[in-house]
């Protein structure tokens, strides 16, 4: 087994955990000895042990000698755990081979130093391109103190997320519908806005098989919902507000929301939560980002509708885009499109995706990229 193959194993593990191990970032770790892997691990949910101690305890005294591949820098602080870095050099580790570095300041190039000091030999970035990539929404929100967002659409290639008639049953096909439950899988929340709630009555569940799993994914609870309603105004019979479905959801209202209208919410056993406006009289997204950080989420998804997408976007809180593209037309001016709001006036500066990745699902194109803001 090679370096490749070893740390293709603890990425597995790392994408394991993804969406389960808030606020702490997911992180996979493989023991190797003389070839044949001894130990693997993924971190636990708060605020169980990282997934080195898990690995090092698997290989117990095979550890002695060995190498560890992991796909985060190793701790070198205790936060609510003892140091990885302890318990590397504890087991006699020969070798640690790591991916990316850990963007927490309190650990970020200290976790290597250490180990090095110690006489381990280490080696960085094998497989950062991907173990990046999963570390983004941890990197976010430890830097920033907000969940990192991603936003999703599927639009047809005139590009319409719904007929002139409200119509969105299917735009994408099958796969890439699985595609959005595994994207699901994978977040701690995902956000609509209410006029998404009315149209679409939407569950916001992640509905997979272990056969359509990307990966094999420790069981959770399902990731929070979380509705925009400035107003509060929701149809009571909306799925989400069912008795039994309603907890895990938080609906954010804006401050001018009637204390009735928030009370009648609350009954249905969700969350409220109020956060300012801005000056425009759309909920404060910043606001409502702090809040969900508050609740430990890191990586929120949002799912529409095209006010709801629109104003992310206006507020340049958009992170990560994922876009797919049906080969179908539905024409129509008073058809929506993704992004409503209120847009940019000229094309020069238009938002240009970086790290741009395309391929194809099924019959539709799904374009990704990552967006930052001057
Ligand atoms: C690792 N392995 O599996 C993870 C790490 O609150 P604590 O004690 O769990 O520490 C959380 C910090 O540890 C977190 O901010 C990040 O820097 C690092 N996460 N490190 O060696 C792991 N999850
Ligand atoms: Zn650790």
């Known amino acids: 087994m090679d370096d490749q193959e070893a740390m293709r194993l603890a990425i597995a593990h790392a994408h394991s955990v993804e969406g389960r191990t808030a606020p702490r970032p997911p992180v996979g770790a493989v023991v190797v000895r003389d070839g044949v892997v001894v130990g693997q691990g ?19 005294e095979l550890a002695r000698g060995a190498d560890l591949y992991v796909t985060l ?23 640690v081979i790591v991916s990316s570095l850990d963007p927490n300041p309190l650990v970020s190039g200290q976790g290597l130093a250490q180990l090095r000091e110690a006489g381990i030999e280490v080696a960085v970035g094998v497989g950062a391109e991907e173990t990046d990539e999963i570390i983004r929404p941890f990197a976010t929100f430890i830097r920033q103190q907000r969940p990192y967002v991603t936003a999703k659409w599927a639009m047809t ?7 002139h008639s409200s119509d969105a049953y299917w735009i ?34 992640v509905r997979l098989t272990d056969e359509e799993r990307l990966y094999a994914r420790a069981p959770r609870q399902g990731p929070l919902r979380v509705v925009l309603a400035s107003q509060g105004a929701l149809p009571a019979q909306s799925k989400l507000l069912q008795p039994g479905l309603a907890s895990g959801t938080c609906i954010i209202v ?8 928030q009370q009648r919410l609350r009954d249905t056993g969700v ?52 876009a797919f593209i049906a080969p179908k037309l539905v024409g129509g001016e008073a058809a929506l499109s993704p992004l409503g709001g209120k847009g940019l006036a000229v094309m020069r500066e238009a938002l240009q995706l970086q790290q741009v990745h395309i391929q194809t699902i099924g019959e539709d194109v799904l374009i990704e990229g990552e967006l930052s803001y001057g």
Not at 254 to 261: K, L, M, S, W
Not at 276 to 297: E, F, I, M, P, Y
């Open 42 to 60: 993924a971190t636990s949910p708060p605020y169980g042990p990282h997934a080195e101690v898990h690995a090092l305890n698997k290989a117990g």
């Open 73 to 95: 820098e190793p701790c070198c602080v205790t936060i609510h755990t003892p140091p990885c870095t302890r318990a590397i050099l504890a087991a006699g580790i020969r070798r």
């Open 157 to 163: 290639l005139d590009g319409k997320i719904s007929t």
């Open 172 to 205: 994408s096909g099958p796969a890439a519908r699985r595609w959005v439950h595994n994207l699901r899988d994978r977040v701690d929340a995902i956000l609509v806005g209410s006029g998404t709630v009315r149209a679409d009555d939407p569950l916001l569940t």
């Open 254 to 261: 804006g401050e001018d929301c009637p204390v009735e209208q």
């Open 271 to 322: 969350e409220v939560i109020q956060v300012a406006s801005n000056k425009t009289g759309q909920l404060d997204l910043t606001s409502t980002l702090s809040a969900l950080a508050q609740k430990g989420v890191m990586h929120v998804l949002i799912e529409g509708g095209n006010s709801t997408l629109g104003s992310a976007f206006d507020q340049q809180r958009i992170d990560h885009v994922a």
